[in-house]
């Protein structure tokens, strides 16, 4: 069953992956759902926009950081349910970016943002979305 304010098809999405010396560009997230918890900077896909743009805009919106968009790590499903009812599907394209420039600062609904070293990510040091340690270890195996 699904909760009746939940959309009726899943929800596009991007993420923008930029990892510069051994540290991941991270964001804290302020709002629902996931807040509190570390992931990479990303959103919805608006009409009309490329998922390498999106990475790009939903970036820059979020950390003033800029990047360009390398290319297509994965794509995954976040989908959350409460007992029976759907609560929201997001189809999350993740994409690996080069830094270009800039220095992280908060914004958008991001709470924090900042580099963190990426063993600090891996040995818990952070509370992190599910999608984060994932999304590393298959960049490790490339």
Request: net charge negative.
């Amino acid at each position: 069953m699904q909760h009746p304010d939940t959309p009726m098809m899943p929800i596009a999405a991007a993420s923008a992956v930029v990892i510069r010396d051994g540290e991941a560009l991270m964001v804290k997230r302020g709002r629902a759902p996931n807040k509190d918890l570390w992931s990479f900077p990303g959103g919805k896909i608006e009409p009309g926009e490329t998922v390498a743009q999106a990475a790009l805009r939903e970036l820059v919106e979020e950390t003033g950081v800029r990047a360009e968009a390398r290319e297509l790590i994965r794509v995954l499903d976040i989908i959350a349910r409460d007992d029976a009812q759907l609560q929201y599907h997001y189809l999350l394209v993740v994409m690996r970016c080069d830094w270009l420039g800039g220095d992280p600062v908060a914004a958008d609904d991001a709470a924090d943002a900042r580099w963190i070293p990426l063993w600090q990510l891996r040995e818990g040091h952070y509370p992190l979305t599910d999608t984060v340690l994932p999304i590393l270890e298959q960049l490790d195996a490339c």
